[in-house]
T-cell receptor
Framework: TQLLEQSPQFLSIQEGENLTVYCNSS?????LQWYRQEPGEGPVLLVT?????EVKKLKRLTFQFGDARKDSSLHITAAQPGDTGLYLC???????????FGSGTQLTVLP | GAVVSQHPSRVICKSGTSVKIECRSL??????MFWYRQFPKQSLMLMAT?????????EQGVEKDKFLINHASLTLSTLTVTSAHPEDSSFYIC??????????FGSGTQLSVL
């Protein structure tokens, strides 16, 4: 079972459009990470958010951590085909700091 | 820089055979490594936490006798899928923290059981 629900599960958009991906949970997390994964490869870390209400920007990507630290969002401005991939959120938890990934959002940006 | 190396990248085996997947930390030591499984178009599911010098911690629903994990050194963890069956076909991937700041992933192993 997934602790984190991501929506939408699948998203296909045209190049240049904006989009937002959501990551929701009923649990409070001390920190949360966002990853992007391409087919046949391991996930790559995009950002870590720690403080409730925190907003971080990575070029055209804007990440926000909810005030209550239960949810997060990723907004992409002017999406490009290179943004295509599986976007995953994951809270860092446990004594071993294991990551339990959300259900994922498969994004396809069409040229 | 720190890298997690996983081998093999792809393996095809017959039903009933066992397959070993290696995960090595390069240029850093990893007392803990994590093993995930991923089915097509799905997210990564944590299978187990591999602990150097001690038993692995398995997630609920993961058969420890089916998925044997050995973490005999600070740079190597292995996952052995015993008596593999077609339903074990999946993408397996390992990871390890570097300096407690960034989680590095191996490149994954695509297992196909015929």
């Amino acid at each position: 079972t997934q602790l984190l629900e991501q929506s939408p599960q699948f998203l296909s958009i045209q190049e240049g459009e904006n989009l937002t991906v959501y990551c929701n949970s009923s649990s409070v997390f001390s920190s949360l990470q966002w990853y992007r994964q391409e087919p046949g490869e391991g996930p790559v870390l995009l950002v870590t958010v720690v403080t409730g209400g925190e907003v971080k920007k990575l070029k055209r990507l804007t990440f926000q951590f909810g005030d209550a630290r239960k949810d997060s969002s990723l907004h992409i401005t002017a999406a490009q085909p290179g943004d295509t991939g599986l976007y995953l959120c994951a809270p860092v938890s446990g004594s071993a700091r294991q990551l339990t990934f959300g259900s994922g959002t498969q994004l396809t940006v069409l040229p | 820089g720190a890298v997690v190396s996983q081998h093999p990248s792809r393996v095809i085996c017959k039903s009933g055979t066992s397959v070993k997947i290696e995960c090595r930390s390069l240029d850093f030591q990893a007392t803990t490594m994590f093993w995930y499984r991923q089915f097509p178009k799905q997210s990564l599911m944590l299978m187990a936490t591999s602990n150097e010098g001690s038993k692995a911690t398995y997630e609920q629903g993961v058969e420890k006798d089916k998925f044997l994990i050995n973490h005999a050194s600070l740079t190597l963890s292995t996952l052995t899928v015993t008596s593999a069956h077609p339903e074990d076909s999946s993408f397996y991937i390992c990871s390890a923290w570097v300096a407690n700041e960034k989680l590095f992933f191996g490149s994954g192993t695509q297992l196909s059981v015929l």
